[in-house]
């Protein structure tokens, strides 16, 4: 026999609603002024505009008995696979105004325990009541939670464009955070084996602001107007302006049909003529335009003493110089926006941790709620494993070997757009990246105690700064040059200079170190790299790599591991599509876009604590390698700059008969 059963029932319910934005300041006369803007714009909603709860139960149940066919006499004991399960579920979606948002979310999975043995009313009758007893206790107290997590996210948009000096600045801020706790495995009590349970958080704090400066621009009258004077099409609109010029001539006599020239030098032939007589009335003839400087007219009757006047349309003419100048000021307005975006990420991983998860994933611990608000809301830091170990928050079954690990990460980067001229765009980027992983394990000994500082702490990670390095992109290593590069002479050379500076920096921490003695011998260094700083020194050599290909004084160049964000340097992508615009360019092409691209990556691969390094109270190591260098801080394997054309230069071309045509050099 297999029986099989399922059970799922489930509730769910749902509130939306709309809620009225609240303006309590927006009548306030006083408050128009755009000084008050920020506080005239306070608004707020008086309640969430989702709820949202569901509940579902799902039950498992499976029987099988099997049958011994060669000896039925032999009873084969039925064997059973039990599975209840209570998942909650809520929702909450809150403005609490237009510019700050909140939403959180949460799952709660939860264990029917069940006794061993059979749960069926009819065959087990007196196994099926003390089944009933038990899951009935267990739905009570909402049964035993084996997984719980929540998310929880803010989004701010900063009213820092409110404010009238700022108005074309916007800036946004967003926090997201998650915790969650997931149940360790239960074991018999005979073995005596508890490794408790598992909790982790993590939060991410995002920052981005953008400067629209074609929008500060625009705030002035005279900037403005250098703004539509050199976008495209602005001479061709300038040249349909015109403007009118009179010419005008006094005691001019005619006679009747004969024919008398009149030069006005207005340089059209779009003119009006107009001859006054003595008496104020208009004298009738016929004009003829001969040039753009001479009318002839023909008198209808004779008239003396007569006031002629000339009106000429003539387009309007632009001082080269103004033009110039125009196109000049608009380069130094070349920055449209900038923008920056920072990111900063960290979470904990903590095993072996005992409190149960009741109210959001807590329980109360010796009257302290563990792990706590602030870690449940994703805040980390180092000190909350010491933390857990003070408060008897760890198990001591000295089985548990999963480590714990707190990460760390943080993202910088930065973004401009300049225009020099219309036609002609490039996008600047600069980025920063550090992440870092720290593990170490808290482990009781037999005793049940904990040791006094972490046992194993290993730190790995990655980094990544984005640099220039285009001033050795194109060095050739020829047989004319004896196949030598320059750039790694310049590396061997700001060896020694680095070398140097290391040994400064050092005699300043630790006053008894000799820089040019040999500690084993005593007799003075024959070579000119300091005392543990030698030719394969990671803490020489990787300042040096860095200094001779980006071409930076190694005299000047940042000692530090991880060079800080004042020392990222911008990668740009240039596109002109200005081709376009000229009218034999038309003819033949739809658009011509000419691309170029450079990006250039100075990269710590992965770098790893080294377990050797030991710094005394004043932060120096004195523990040397085999080659009697200073051990470094971190294993640093690898270090690349990374360097690409993509593309040097891209030519793309449609064609008016639908054709494209690509060049690319990369």
Known sequence: MDLERNYKGGINYNFEASPKNITPFKNVKFLNSPVFRIIKDFNFYPFPKSISFRTDLSRYYNEVKTRNINNPNLLITPTFRKDFEWTRMFDIKYDLTRQLKIDFTSTNIARIDEPEGAADRKRYQSDYENWRDSVMTNLKQLGRTISYNHFFNVTYNIPINKLPLLSWVTANARLGSDYSWLAGALYPDSMNINLGNTIKNHTELTLSGTANLSTLYSKSKFLKNIENNTRPGAVQRMQTEYKTETFTRNNVNFRVDIMRPLVHNLKTKDVKVRIVKKDGTELKGKVEIISENRVNFTSAEAADGTQVTIEGRIPKKRNPITVTGEYMLRALMGVRSVSMTYTSSQGQFLPGFLPEAKFMGMSKTNNVSAPGLPFILGYSNRNFFQKAVTNGWLTTDTLLNTPAIYNNKKDFSLRSVVELFPGLKIDLNADRRFLENESSYFTADYNGNFPDSTRNRVITGTFSI?????????????????????????????????????????????????????????????????????????????????????????????????????????????????????????????????????????????????????????????????????????????????????????????????????????
């Open 466 to 666: 984005s640099i220039i390095s285009w001033g050795t992109a194109f060095e050739k290593v020829s047989k004319k040059s004896n196949y030598i590069s320059t750039s790694f002479e310049n590396f061997k050379k700001n060896a020694t200079i680095i070398s140097g500076r290391r040994a400064e920096a050092r005699q300043i921490l630790d006053p008894g170190y000799d820089p040019d003695t040999d500690p084993e011998t005593g007799q003075p260094l024959e070579d000119e790299f300091k005392s543990g700083y030698g030719r394969t020194s990671r803490e020489v050599l990787i300042p040096a790599f860095y200094a001779a290909y980006t071409k930076t004084d190694p005299k000047k160049v940042d000692l530090s591991t991880f060079p800080s964000a004042f020392r990222m340097m911008p990668n740009w992508r240039i596109t002109f599509d200005g081709f376009s615009k000229f009218e034999f360019v038309k003819r033949v092409f739809r658009s011509v876009n000419i691309t170029h691209q450079y990006r250039s990556v100075y990269q710590i691969g992965s770098y790893t604590t080294n377990l050797n390094y030991f710094a005394d109270g004043n932060g120096v190591n004195n523990i040397r390698d085999l080659q009697r260098n200073f051990i470094q801080k971190y294993e640093i394997n690898t270090v690349t700059v990374s360097e690409q054309f993509s593309p040097m230069i891209n030519v793309d071309m449609n064609w008016k008969s639908n054709l494209t045509s690509r060049f690319e050099w990369r």
